[in-house]
């Protein structure tokens, strides 16, 4: 029995074993990415049929969370969300365009998935975002610049609002959020990344958006509170006035 290695190349069964281990991981892996977003939707010339492409679409799985609810992954239901966009010529695969406000019609730069109508949690069950008037213990670090009180200009040089709170990851902890006070007396949220300060004018810059959209952007249920579907129409929003706060920034030279 000793001998086997005798008549048997050890490496290269070895080598084939771990191709073979190989393949299977990429053949799991690629089909549990589809649990989001698939199936696909395609349009033909005779209507829309879906893709699943391979593998196929794996099995419903339900996943328990920390509130004692449940979710199924692919989700069984399909997204309810009409398209508020027509394609740009017949032609099969031609771009959306937007019918209505296409800072708020969920297109292209602008979509975002339908998260859970709730906030973001700590592990104490508190929500993870807040603003720092209902944050105790949190602060602007005094090296930096504290953007409250500072103008919010956009794109084109006009004033849209005056930051009046910072909202803070509590788990990080960072700022994720401007409180934006607009001219129309509503306040909104601006991520932070989606702006630069000038320290010495007292000013936050936003090259995403203009001046007047700042009082469009999506508001809050909950004044003090922002959940993860709010979360996501609100980085939408912003991300949604890269291509389309102006005519020209859709056209080929942007």
Same mark, same amino acid.
Do not use: C
């Given at each position: 029995?000793?001998?086997?290695?005798?008549?048997?190349?050890?490496?290269?069964?070895? #080598?084939?074993?771990?191709?073979?281990?190989? *393949?299977?991981?990429?053949?799991? @892996?690629?089909?549990?990415?589809? +649990? $989001?977003?698939?199936? #696909?939707?395609? =349009?033909?010339?005779?209507? +829309?049929?879906?893709?699943?492409?391979?593998? *196929?679409?794996?099995?419903?799985?339900?996943?328990?969370?920390?509130?004692?609810?449940?979710?199924?992954?692919? =989700?069984?239901?399909?997204?309810?969300?009409?398209?508020?966009?027509?394609?740009?010529?017949?032609?099969?695969?031609?771009?959306?365009?937007?019918?209505?406000?296409?800072?708020?019609?969920?297109?292209?730069?602008?979509?975002?998935?339908? +998260? *859970?109508?709730?906030?973001?949690?700590?592990?104490?069950?508190?929500?993870?975002? #807040?603003? @720092?008037?209902?944050?105790?213990?949190?602060?602007?670090?005094?090296?930096?610049?504290?953007?409250?009180?500072?103008?919010?200009?956009?794109?084109?040089?006009?004033?849209?609002?005056?930051?009046?709170?910072?909202?803070?990851?509590?788990?990080?902890?960072?700022?994720?959020?401007? $409180?934006?006070?607009?001219?129309?007396?509503?306040?909104? #949220?601006?991520?932070?990344?989606?702006?630069?300060?000038?320290?010495?004018? +007292? =000013?936050?810059?936003?090259?995403?958006?203009?001046?007047?959209?700042? *009082?469009?952007?999506?508001?809050?249920?909950?004044?003090?509170?922002?959940?993860?579907?709010?979360?996501?129409?609100?980085?939408?929003?912003?991300?949604?006035?890269?291509?389309?706060?102006?005519?020209? =920034?859709? $056209?080929?030279?942007?």
């Amino acid at each position: 029995m000793g001998a086997i290695t005798g008549y048997f190349d050890v490496a290269q069964v070895v #080598l084939y074993v771990f191709w073979i281990f190989f *393949a299977g991981l990429i053949f799991y @892996l690629h089909r549990e990415d589809k +649990r $989001e977003g698939y199936p #696909l939707e395609s =349009r033909t010339a005779s209507g +829309r049929y879906q893709i699943q492409g391979f593998p *196929a679409i794996p099995k419903p799985k339900t996943y328990k969370l920390a509130d004692g609810k449940t979710v199924q992954s692919p =989700r069984p239901e399909r997204d309810p969300r009409t398209i508020l966009a027509k394609e740009s010529s017949p032609a099969l695969g031609s771009p959306l365009i937007p019918t209505g406000n296409p800072l708020l019609d969920a297109v292209g730069p602008g979509a975002y998935a339908l +998260r *859970a109508n709730h906030p973001d949690l700590m592990v104490d069950g508190t929500p993870l975002i #807040l603003p @720092l008037r209902a944050s105790p213990g949190f602060e602007v670090a005094s090296e930096d610049p504290d953007p409250r009180g500072m103008d919010v200009v956009g794109a084109d040089g006009v004033i849209g609002g005056t930051v009046s709170d910072v909202w803070v990851d509590r788990a990080e902890p960072q700022i994720r959020y401007l $409180e934006v006070a607009v001219t129309t007396g509503r306040t909104v #949220l601006l991520p932070i990344h989606f702006s630069t300060f000038s320290p010495a004018s +007292r =000013r936050v810059n936003v090259k995403s958006i203009l001046g007047a959209q700042f *009082a469009t952007a999506p508001t809050l249920a909950n004044p003090d509170q922002v959940t993860m579907l709010e979360e996501e129409k609100i980085t939408a929003y912003y991300g949604g006035g890269t291509l389309y706060a102006t005519p020209a =920034r859709s $056209e080929p030279l942007i």
